[in-house]
């Protein structure tokens, strides 16, 4: 038997015809791209030395400094879904790591913010940069009609995703 049939479930439980089968194989292909993608930001975090509330913190400090958006406790705590002293700790734990530094509010005097280091933008884009530019390449290499089926497959299934209610029959 082949690790592949070891690895990828059937589908035993749905009908055994074509667009079933390629549903469930599109399925597992999609399972094995989130255990990758898993397996990745574990890698990332390791590499920087961090937990995965950190890297995520860290990611939205860069995107926020991109977009020239300051970024408060209060805003940080608010994105990340963590109490106030949860997000002291990290903070405080992100500044002692060099990956991010409080500074005083541009427009209001009793507030800070929150920044990422230069340091810390160099070393994200050096951990991701080549894995971010293999993953373009391969989307710029598909056609505009192909393009457009994966983003509504990929939109598709994050609604269905999103409409799971465990407590529902």
């Known amino acids: 038997m082949s690790t592949q049939e070891v690895t990828e479930p059937s ?12 549903g469930v ?11 990758a993608e898993t397996a990745m930001r574990r890698r990332t975090r390791d590499a920087m030395g961090m937990g995965e ?20 406790p209060k805003d940080l705590a608010a994105y990340l879904k963590i109490s106030s002293a949860s997000t002291t700790i990290l903070v405080d734990r992100l ?13 209001d005097r009793r507030a800070l913010v929150i920044v990422p280091t230069t340091n810390t933008d160099t070393e994200v884009r050096a951990t991701l940069g080549r894995m971010h530019r293999r993953m ?17 497959f990929l939109e598709d299934v994050r609604a269905a995703v999103d409409m799971v209610d465990p407590h529902e029959d």
């Open 136 to 152: 373009m390449h391969i989307a710029e290499s598909i056609t505009a009609d192909e393009a457009r089926v994966v983003m509504t």
């Open 53 to 72: 509330t950190d890297l995520l913190a860290v990611r939205f400090l860069l995107q926020a400094q991109r977009a020239d958006r300051t970024i408060s």
């Open 95 to 107: 500044v002692r790591s060099g990956h991010v530094r409080r500074e005083p509010h541009p427009t």
């Open 25 to 35: 194989d599109v399925l597992n292909a999609l399972r094995r791209y989130r255990g």
């Open 11 to 22: 589908g035993y439980w749905y009908p055994d015809d074509d667009a079933t089968q390629r």
